[in-house]
C-alpha cells in the first residue's frame, strides 16, 4: 500500500477547467490522487447541496492511469460527500480545491463553491485548503500558481490543522517573481454593491442580470485584500462555526423572555 | 409617509409556502410589509446567487392590498438583492427569512436558504432574522411560532443588532404552552453522515440519492441542539466574517516563507 499521501482534488469551475487542470499536476508531485469534480460550472452555488434530484457520477479515463477521475452531476460539495462516502475507499489525508478562476477573498467566501468544498470536507474532519487566482478568464495562467499550492499543501499535510478550520488561499495575478511571499490574513470587510442590468424579453416582459462593483470597505493591513493588492498570497484559516461568540453576552442583556408574549 | 417599520419579508421554500404565510401575517402586525420570494422551492441552496441564468419578478396581487408581494425566479440571496437594489423604494429596516419548513440548527445554518436570504441582508448593513420550525413538514402548524417571532422581531427592532451579525432562530414543534422560553445559543458542532442511496436508471445506469442521518457531536448545554432539546427556542448570532481569529497566531509560526518554493 502506498506510503503517500490520498488527496482528493475537486473544484467548481467543473473538471475540464484549466485551474483544475493546475492543481491536479501539482497534487501528483506531492501524493496519490483521486479527482471528483463537477461536470459543469458551479459558480457562485455557495455551500449548495443536491437533496430534490438524483446524482450521476461516472469514471472517466485518465492517460497513463497517473490517477482516478470521476465527474459528477452535482454541486462541489455533494462531489465531497459522494466521494468520502461512495467512491474512496479510505479517507483522503486532505481535500483541495479549486484554482478557482477569480477571486473568492473576503466576502467572496460566502458564494464560494470553491470554498463549500473546502468547507464540507473541514466538517468531514479532513484538513481542507480552497485555491483562488486573482483571474477569471477561462485562459488565465497559472503557472504562478503552483509554487504557493505545493508549499502550502504540503505545510498543511505536515502539520495538520486545527479542527473546525480550512484554509482560504488567493494568489495575485501577476509573474511568479513579483509575488512578496505568503501571509497568514484575516477576512476583509467589503460588500459588492449590486447593480442590476434591467432588460426586457423580445415579447416585452422585464428580467434582469445580476451585476455589480466590489467594494473594499476596510482599510485594515492585516486582511485579504490588503495582502493581495500588495503582491502577497493571501491565506485566510475559515470556519464553519458561524457563530457570533462576542454577541453572546449582548444579547443575553435583552429581556426576550420578560417580554409579553402577544 | 408611514412611521411604521418597512419590513422585507422572504423565505427558501417559496412564496406559497404556509411558513412564509406566518411570517407575513405576524410582520403585519408590526409594520409595513414588502415580500420578495422565490417563486419556488431553494431549500439546500445554500448561500447561492444567480450568475449565468436571467432573473424575473412579478409582482403578485394581494387581496385587500394590506401589503406587497413579489414572487422572483431566483434564490433567496438574490431576493434579497433585488428587493434592497430594485423593488424596494427606501431601506427596509429589518428583514426576516422564513419561516423555515425544517431546522436550521447547528451545522445547517451552512445550508441553508433562509439563512442566506438573512446572511445577505445583513452584508448589506441591514438587521435581519432567520426563522425555522422543527418540522419538514408542508402541512406544519405554525401556531406555536407566532408569539416568538413577534417578541424576537420587535427587541431586534427596538435594539438593532451589532454590525456583522444576524439571528438564526429556530422553534421547537411542540404547543406553545410547552415551550420554556427564549436562550441565546452557540452554533452546536454537528454532523450529517450521509448515506448514499444507490440506485440504477430503467437503462441500468447508476445513480444516488442524498439522504444522511443527523449527528450532533457536542454535548455542550450551551447550545442550540440542547436548547430546542430542551424545549427552549434557540437563538444563535451568527456572523459572515468566517475568519478563525484564534487561528492566526498558529499559522503565523509555520514556515510558509522559509520554505523553498519548488
Redesign the interface.
Known sequence: MSKKPLILVTNDDGITAPGIRTLIEVMLTIGDVVVVAPNS?Q??????????A????EQIEVPHKTHLEYTCSGTP??CV??A???ILDRRPDICVSGINHGSNAS?N???SGTM?AA?EAG??GIPAIGFSLLNYNWDANFEACK??V???T??VLQ?GL?E??VL?VNIPDIAKTAIK??K????A?A?WV???D??KTPSG??????TGEFVNLDGGEDTDEWALEHNYVS???????????H??Q???T????N?E??
Open positions: 460550472p459558480s457562485g452555488k455557495g455551500h449548495a447541496i443536491t437533496l430534490d438524483t446524482l450521476y457520477v460539495a455533494d460527500k459522494l468520502v462516502r461512495e466576502i467566501v460566502i458564494y463549500s468547507i466538517i468531514e509554487t504557493f505545493k508549499t502550502i504540503k505545510n502539520n486545527q473546525g478550520i482560504n511571499g505568503i497568514i490574513c484575516r477576512q470587510r460588500n449590486e447593480a442590476f434591467k432588460r416582459k422585464d428580467y434582469y442580470w445580476l491565506v485566510v484559516p475559515v470556519k464553519f462555526d458561524l457563530t457570533a461568540h454577541a453572546i449582548h444579547l443575553n435583552w429581556n426576550f423572555n417580554t408574549h402577544t
